[in-house]
């Protein structure tokens, strides 16, 4: 961080202006250091949304919404999602390198290590209702990992860190594929851990004792992909949500329980199942005009679900690598004529040439795609927030070590502009009419 001119603002009635720092990063928009502002005027800044708040400082990932670039590290998305596979993307965000071929075989072994969970953990399941949503499943068994790693939860300790780190890239697909199970009522599978991570992902998930299961390289490698475009981004809501939680000194896994929490929600990564059950309720091209009004229409709270991001407003970059891979994995499995991808595209085609949707900025977003690529994967709706959140924790776990490692850190306490009723006296009950 380099300060390099200052911002002056005259506040309230004072002639006097005030000064404050301007702050540049590596990339992107600088910042106006209004730390000092309180001290400085007795104001606050008011800024519901985060609109146009820097929340933190970060080294791991940069967006340029106009320009649709997504950076993890610095390397572009589209690089990493055709050079690398979701190991190599964990071990950057975490170390802020990419793994040589040595130091790939560490951590994989290492993430290997902590595949299985501990079988007293299994027997949460069993407390749950047959029915219970995935996400509800994982915020509750997430949050529960505390329980069990009592000795290695000393969050000023770097090695306890990086290894609550490897708990948790380790122990998701097997957690999230042990919700999927219990829905079914299938006997849950150990990992495997000769496969990929991807792979294994998928044999969790999909195998059943009485039969071979192998994975197809295909669909693994679109899974894969999966967990690439969505391992960080930014300072998302369920990200701040972690980093906040995190502020206070809770443990990683209470944070990453917390983060979960907030990804169930539509507007975040609850869209990509709310994506599907859209598409499926418009069911023919004949009625994408009706649903584009209701979209419009400002008396009517529908939205188009997979449109409109908060920081893109040009195109998401994972949106178009995603499109890709739903064309790799319809085409494998023969499925080109899919009747809701075809819909989509032409959803798509239609809401890229509205006057509203282009006034907005509105464009489709990766979840536009990615419940079409998991539907095909053979995953339920009710999962695909689930696997988001598998791939999201590593971006979760390395935005909590870098915050947690910053000797700076300080409780994440926001301000308010307090609308209520101003002080008033109580009147005994007696006395009240
Ligand atoms: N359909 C119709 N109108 C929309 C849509 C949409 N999908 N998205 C935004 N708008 C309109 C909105 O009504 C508003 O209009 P007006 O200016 O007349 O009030 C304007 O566009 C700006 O919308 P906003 O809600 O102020 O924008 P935001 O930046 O706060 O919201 C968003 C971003 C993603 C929550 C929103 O675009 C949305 O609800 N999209 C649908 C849900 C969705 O696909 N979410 C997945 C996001 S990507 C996954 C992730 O990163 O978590």
């Known amino acids: 961080m380099e300060q390099k001119r200052t911002a002056k603002f005259n506040l309230g009635n004072s002639d006097q202006p005030t000064e404050f720092p301007i702050l540049s990063g590596s990339m992107g928009p600088d910042v106006i250091d209004i730390r000092t502002l309180h001290a400085k005027s007795g104001m606050f800044t008011y800024d519901p949304g985060f609109l146009s708040t820097a929340s933190s400082s970060s080294e791991i990932t940069f967006i340029d919404g106009d320009k649709g670039i997504l950076l993890y590290r610095g390397y572009p998305i589209e690089q990493l999602a055709e050079h690398c596979d979701f190991m190599e993307v964990c071990y950057l965000l975490i170390n802020g390198e990419l793994p040589t071929v040595d130091q790939k075989v560490i951590f994989v072994e290492s993430i290997n290590e902590h595949t299985m969970v501990h079988e007293q953990l299994v027997r949460f399941y069993s407390g749950f209702r047959r029915d219970a949503h995935p996400m509800a499943v994982m915020v509750g068994v997430v949050g529960a990992l505390s329980a069990f790693y009592h000795e290695a939860l000393d969050i000023s300790d770097a090695a306890h860190r990086e290894l609550s780190a490897y708990h948790l890239i380790a122990k998701l697909p097997n957690i999230t594929a042990m919700a999927y199970k219990y829905n079914l009522g299938h006997p849950f599978n150990y990992p495997r851990n000769s496969l990929s991570y991807a792979e294994n992902f998928m044999h969790m998930m999909f195998a059943v004792p009485s039969e071979e299961y192998k994975p197809n390289p295909v669909l693994a490698r679109a899974l894969d992909r999966i967990l690439i475009l969505h391992a960080d981004h930014e300072q998302n809501a369920s990200t701040s949500t972690v980093r ?150 590593v971006g979760w776990i390395s935005q909590w070590i870098e915050m947690i490692s910053d000797t700076q850190l300080k409780i994440g306490r926001p301000r308010q502009l307090y609308t209520g009723v101003p002080t008033r006296a109580v009147v005994p009950i007696a006395q009240r009419k």
């Not at 309720?281 to 939205?303: H, M």
């Not at 040009?314 to 085409?331: G, I, Q, W, Y």
């Open 244 to 393: 906040l939680a995190g502020s206070s000194g809770a443990n990683p896994f209470a944070c990453i329980s917390a983060g979960i929490a907030c990804l169930w929600g539509p507007a975040h990564g609850g869209a990509n199942e709310a994506c599907l059950a859209m598409l499926e309720e418009i069911r023919d091209d004949t009625r994408i005009g009706k649903y584009i009004d209701r979209a419009k229409d400002s008396k009517d709270d529908f939205r188009l679900v997979g449109f409109g991001h908060r920081v893109y407003k040009n195109f998401d970059p994972r949106a178009k690598l995603m499109r890709e891979t739903c064309h790799e994995v319809l085409s494998e499995l023969g499925l080109e004529n899919d009747r809701l991808f075809k819909l989509a595209l032409k959803l798509e085609r239609i809401a890229l040439e509205d006057e509203y949707f282009v006034s907005k900025k509105l464009y489709p977003n990766v979840d536009f795609y990615s419940g079409i690529v998991q539907r095909a994967l053979g995953i339920p709706s009710s999962m695909f927030t689930a696997i988001f959140a598998t791939a999201r924790t």
